[in-house]
């Protein structure tokens, strides 16, 4: 009878310990590796959830698990979506900023050029010249409102040699500075950021070329000799805008440093810590603090630096170093 019930109980012993062992493995199988897999899923998409590799395939056979991962999936592509979406937003505010920064600083010069045309005595002049000007105004104050918003990359530069004597004497005209005498044919005194009171020295030998892409090269130096020119007017003027070509030794990579110095105040405080960061620098009412941003990105598309030489109450040097071309020697 004893022995009767001792084996009843080794029976039930191991019948016990077979169906823990098999519950167990069950619900490991079943329940807890689909809930790792879910949670090591959920980690690894929270590292990167751009990577459309990470979300997760839906691989369970128990229903309620099988539920999660399809729900969390849809989740996941989602997210992804949207993400896709922000970025493609971000770049294109940035693209936009950029060219209105640029745009609004074209149009200015054509505000200039038609103010100019005020002294004529051309009655048909004087009749349209008020309407050019209002529209010039508009335009400029539009895109005086996208550069609320935030620079997509530039096109690649297009190379070739460029007459940086001619290049930098467009930039001054077209931003109304005074060339000196033996700069090129002057303009007279203007009435843009450098009223007039604003020289602009040019010392690059009319023959030397600059491998770049002119319309960038153009963009770089009026956003630096617009910005010298508006110091050295808020300063109170007069002063002299200078650029000039540095041809590098033998030994530093053969490359070309063209220098802008202006007899302008400084740079101010905030502007020196927050030097090239867009939208963060801007000191001026009605500046964005892109101008700089976009130079220096304009000049590193190059594979060039800019670079602020010194910036004292005796005035800003900035310094384009462009590499040497392949085919500058
Ligand atoms: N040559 C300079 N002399 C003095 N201050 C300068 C000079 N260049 C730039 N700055 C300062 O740096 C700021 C940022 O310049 P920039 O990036 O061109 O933006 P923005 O001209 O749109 O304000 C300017 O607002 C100005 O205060
Ligand atoms: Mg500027």
Known sequence: MIDYGWRILRLSLIISIITAAMIFVAVRRFVVSPLMGVIVNVKAFQENPEDPA??????????????????????????????????????????????????????????????????????????????????????????????????????????????????????????????????????????????????????????????????????????????????????GGPGEIRVEIDVEIAGTGGGQVIRVHDTGPGMPAKALENLFKPFRGGMRRGGAGLGLAIAQELVRAHGGELELISSTTEGTEFAIRLPAGVDTG
């Open 54 to 235: 990470r979300i997760i395939r839906p691989s369970s056979r128990l229903g309620e698990v099988a539920e999660a991962e399809q729900a969390l999936a849809e989740m996941q592509e989602d997210v992804l979506t949207a993400l896709r979406e922000r970025s493609r937003l971000a770049s294109l505010g940035e693209a936009l900023a950029k060219i209105s920064h640029d745009l609004r600083n074209m149009l200015s010069t054509g505000q200039l050029i038609a103010e100019r045309l005020e002294m004529s005595r051309d009655p048909l002049v004087a009749r349209v010249l008020p309407k050019l000007i209002g529209s010039l105004d508009r335009a400029i104050s539009l895109c005086q409102r996208t550069l609320d918003y935030g620079g997509a990359e530039e096109t690649a530069p297009e190379l070739r040699q460029v007459r940086l004597r001619a290049l930098t004497r467009e930039v001054a005209e077209g931003l109304g500075l005074d060339l000196d005498a033996g700069s090129g044919p002057g303009s007279g005194p203007g009435s843009g950021p450098g009223s007039g009171r604003v020289r602009c020295r040019i010392d690059i030998p009319e023959q030397h070329t600059v491998l770049a892409d002119p319309e960038q090269l153009y963009r770089v130096l009026a956003n630096l000799m617009r910005n010298a020119a508006e110091a050295i007017s808020a300063g």
